[in-house]
């Protein structure tokens, strides 16, 4: 199949996160494991610059027996937490009858890796969100191809949802000194054949830390329009990816590290 005549390159994310000329940032820890946690690192987020947040409250492990998110009340931190700080949070939703309690917290709804197959949340998520100011973020599949990837998208596009950003975030291969391999190719391939902005997650990709910063530099080099990345106040105590989340430090500086490779692409960080 042409994937560039099967999808569709008119829809584009209004919501503001965003925006022309711009390279958006945002950073958090990959769960909201406690007030006092999410708090600690919500502010790291505020001070380094930037204005949204991440951080889950339902997680999808691989093992049943790892820690799989606050729920409900993982949600209520991060609208209060957020409210307070005036930051717009982006967080998970897996259940399709979750998804107008996280909208009730969260301005971004995360579809995971996971479930980017999942055409019934896809296009439930695209239903709920129309005519809103909701957006979502769609994660590429572990092994997706780029035209499956973009045709979930119009899963969402179809029934109604047009505030759709695309997830780069590392597909699985034979190689085994990173997670999964990030595919930056894929990001400028998408951005050939839809309007959609795209981002890209360097810290599912590396699954180390030493990595996220090179990789994000690439990632605005190869005509991103933003990153995902993991963040922790203390990331040796993180219940959920610590190795790969930035400490309060390299995320402190991470504005003005990017900030000459995105102004090479005409670009401000935000």
């Known amino acids: ?118 055409f019934s949340l896809l296009r439930r998520v695209g239903a709920a969100i129309a005519g809103t100011d909701h957006g979502v973020v769609l994660k590429r599949g572990l092994s997706a191809t780029v035209e499956e990837w973009l045709l979930a998208a119009e899963h969402v596009a179809a029934a109604g949802g047009d505030n759709v950003v695309l997830c780069e975030r590392g597909i699985r291969t034979f190689e085994t000194s990173t997670r999964f391999t990030l595919d930056l190719s894929a990001v400028i391939v998408a951005k050939r054949l839809t309007d959609l902005p795209v981002i890209v997650d360097p810290s599912h990709a590396a699954g180390r830390r030493d990595l996220v910063v090179p990789l994000s530099k690439a990632a605005v080099a190869a005509e991103a329009d933003g990153l995902m990345v993991e963040s922790h106040h203390e990331p040796q105590e993180a219940l959920c990816d610590g190795e790969q989340a930035l400490p309060v430090e390299a995320l402190m500086g991470m504005k003005d590290v990017l900030q000459p490779f995105a102004s090479a692409m005409g670009r401000e960080v935000i």
């Open 1 to 118: 199949m042409d994937v560039s005549a099967s999808v569709k390159t008119h829809v584009k994310t209004t919501n503001g996160m965003i925006r022309p000329d711009t390279f958006r940032v945002i950073a958090g820890p990959c769960t909201v494991e406690s007030y006092e946690q999410f708090v600690a690192s919500a502010r790291a987020v505020k001070q380094a610059g930037f204005g949204y947040v991440r951080g889950g409250a339902f997680k999808p492990r691989t093992s049943p027996y790892s820690f799989q998110g606050l729920g409900e009340e993982g949600l209520r931190i991060l609208s209060e937490v957020s409210g307070d700080l005036g930051l717009k949070v982006v967080t998970e939703v897996m259940d399709p009858y979750d998804i107008e309690l996280v909208m009730g917290h969260a301005e971004i709804l995360q579809i995971g890796a996971r479930n980017m197959a999942n």
